[in-house]
């Protein structure tokens, strides 16, 4: 007996809906395994997971805290993506949006009128973002070099500039020598909204509606769609592909450098060290699981939220080593993401030609 | 010892082979006699080469039996199939081009470390050619020979390896006529020697020419098996249509107009550098089918990419209309109203995982009424679609239907649809037909004439000389980049075309012209 995956003809309408549930299920089954191999009740587990996340009104907002730079950065990845261009670079220009943030908030903030303050730091931030992704852009455009390397490599000198930064010559003077730049001034911070919430969530989800116009409405993302399917036929209909190449990293690298921007000026309101702590990273996943859609996007992110913050309180509520949730997650990353190759194909279960012959012989 | 019993070579009963979606073979028989050549005629998708893959070992069939000179066998592998004597020669040549012949026929017959008696076995091999009359250098590198000499080393190959029945994948498709004459020929020599020989082809030509049997595959069907001298190709191509086929489109009676492409000492690079276009001169007028023939890999593409924008020219002007678009890009070059039918519809002219209605507008995308600013309005995208589809016949579940999921033929229609609509009577199309079955390339063709006969003037660049021959009004020969001559078609002969595009040059033309103005 043979078992082989077919390609199916069109995606399976039904599967796109049972698929994903399924995944999520079979997910929570290895996960309770796992947990009782640990001595914990995976029932109880799940249940502070969910209230952890979504059960009082602290959880909720802490969700909605994390899903802010999930989406925005989820955005990044996927317009990226949807043309071919590999940016796994997005912490590195979410912390490049964070030190321009920054800059405007520490340094201009007494020379600028109050109300400018918050839109001049949302420009300098996704300045900064979009010009640290405009380097591997023009690098492979240009020169044909390997973009996932430049995009991957740049985010540790991103992330170390940040570093650099708060410990040296940003470090708050009167800090008591706590790593950290000094605390931005009023008019530098973003309105909250709902506890920590604070308007970058307004920002993420006009974004996602904005890039899903762009994709799905405007000869740009025609474009877009035309380079990533079949660039041969891109160039064939009189599509720059280069300069699409960069624009599009424009773009991308400007969201990701809004997402720095909103978490300095939105919750720590300083240049910090939990800057990064891989946002970056997790949207290449939240991209992937949205099926590079920009409404899923906004979902996935918020479930990925979801996800974080409960993991954090099986931590602080179990006592479980946080070692066990980040595993939970990840079993739970690799069935859903794993079960989307039954969304394309299907699973045959064949004779081999030799047994049927010999039942045919049978007969 | 079952040799001697039966007079088959090959007996295949109630063979079945699914694709997902698909039956490409459909409880197929083909009983094939030893000794003889035996042509598997059908249109593209009609699963020729399916059926002759199962043989090889390269697909196993789903249900049904296979008999070789008798013997039921199991065919699990193409090293199975080359131990019952089957060898099969692939449309892609599978040859190590930085070998030589004979290092490439020994290649993996031997466990390495093994020393190979070289002498022996080159001595061998050249019994074997010349046995075949197989003219191959054996020292020759694959790279520096003729891609008919290729196949020669592929036929080698098999014969060396043992093979009794030989499979051949379209041999033709890539040949010029004499090299074609020389493949026949090599058939009836193995054939008379006891070999025996299947071709897959879909040219009719070729079966009455080549073969002595005839079976015809239509959608994964066998549906009749004939013997080649009784019967005809109009009772062939009905077998493989299932209707009448129009072979002789009508005569034209039409007038040229003004020169709308003029092409003046081109030269360009091919991907490797090297020079592809040396300098070729050509205009097409209003009204009239231009064809750039030869054997694929003189200087076609680059051609054909040189005029559009997409490759870079070295020397040389083009002009559309009296408007210079040498060095444009692709956007200004289509833009000036000159449309391009790719010879790679797959790869270059469609998105096949989009749909039909996004392929369709590839070329009008950028203007009103489907833009509105920068905005598309996808409800005028399917209006036109809707359009395009009904106008040019092309058969689909909907426009919203993915462009990879239509036929070969469709395909081509999307292509065409949309390059005619966006065209302002300037078309450049390479091998428009290449693939097609003969229903399609009917209809191909059909259109491009209707579309001479309303004033477009188009350049045809195509390999196939029936297609030169039924299009065209003047045709040029091109050879390693340079136009050998230029016909018109009432005095152009299939040989004479076909010496050209071997590389030999048309002097008597330049006789003519020195005699004619010698005389004035």
Known sequence: ?363 | MGESENSYAIQMQGVTKRFPGVVANQAVDLSVERGHVHALLGENGAGKSTLMNVLAGLYQQDEGQICIFGEPVNIQSPKDAIELGIGMVHQHFMLVESLTVAENVILGLYPTGLVINERKVKQELRDLADSYHLNVDLDAYIWQLSVGEQQRVEILKLLYRGAKILILDEPTAVLTPQESDQLIDILHKMASEGKTIIFITHKLHEVMDFSDRVSVLRDGEMIDTRVTSQTTKNELAKLMVGREVLFNFQERAHERGDVVLKVENLKALSDKGLPALKGVSLEVRAGEIVAVAGVAGNGQRELAEAITGLRRVQDGRIWIRGVDITKKNPWQVIKAGLSFIPGDRIGRGLVPNLPISDNLVMKVYRKPPISNGPFIDYQRVEGFSERLVDAFNIITPSVKTNARLLSGGNQQKVVLAREIDASSGALVAVNPSRGLDIGATEAVRKTLLEQRDQGAAILLISGELEEVMQLADRIFVIYEGEFMGELDREEAAVEEIGLMMAGEKRERRTDEISQSSGGQ
Do not use: C
């Not at chain 1, 502070?48 to 990044?76: C, N």
């Not at chain 1, 939220?305 to 080593?321: C, R, S």
């Open chain 1, 1 to 363: 007996m043979n078992i082989v995956l077919e390609r199916r003809l069109e995606k399976a309408r039904w599967a796109v809906v049972i698929v994903p549930i399924a995944s999520f299920l079979l997910a929570l089954v290895f996960g309770a395994v796992l947990l009782l191999a640990f001595g914990i009740n995976p029932l109880q587990a799940y249940r502070v997971m969910v209230s952890g996340s979504l059960g009082d009104q602290y959880a909720l907002t802490e969700t909605l805290v994390k899903a802010i730079p999930l989406i925005l950065t989820g955005l990044a990845v996927a317009i990226a993506f949807r043309m071919l261009f590999w940016n796994i670079g997005a912490e590195g220009q979410l912390a490049m949006g964070g030190i321009g943030a920054s800059y405007v908030a520490l340094f201009l903030s007494d020379s600028l009128p109050d109300p400018l303050t918050i839109p001049v730091m949302i420009l300098m931030g996704m300045l900064a973002g979009a010009l640290w992704a405009l380097i591997p852009a023009l690098l492979k455009a240009y020169l044909e070099v390997n973009e996932i390397l430049t995009t991957l490599m740049m985010n540790y000198i991103a992330i170390l500039l940040v570093e650099y930064l708060y410990l040296g010559p940003w470090r708050d003077p009167e800090g008591y020598g706590f790593p950290g730049s000094a605390p931005f001034p009023q008019e530098a911070l973003l309105p909250r909204l709902w506890g920590r919430v604070h308007l970058g969530i307004i920002f993420a989800v006009l974004a996602a509606f904005i890039i899903w116009l762009i994709m799905n409405r405007s000869q740009w993302g025609y474009e877009i769609r035309l380079i990533g399917e079949n660039p041969r036929a891109a160039k064939y209909a009189g599509i720059d592909a280069k300069r699409n190449m960069v624009l599009v990293m424009l773009l991308s690298g400007a969201l990701s450098g809004l997402a720095g921007m909103a978490e300095v000026s939105g919750i720590a309101r300083r240049l910090y060290q939990g800057l990064t702590v891989g946002y970056g990273f997790t949207a290449i996943i939240v991209a992937w699981m949205a099926n590079l859609n920009p409404l899923g996007v906004v979902f996935v992110g918020a479930f990925m939220g979801a996800l974080t913050v409960g993991g954090d309180q099986l931590q602080v509520a179990m006592g479980i080593p946080a070692a066990v949730s980040l595993v939970l997650q990840g079993a739970i990353l690799f069935f859903v993401l794993g079960g989307w190759v039954f969304i394309n194909y299907r699973i045959r279960i064949l004779r081999s030609g030799k047994q049927k012959q010999a039942g045919e012989l049978n007969e």
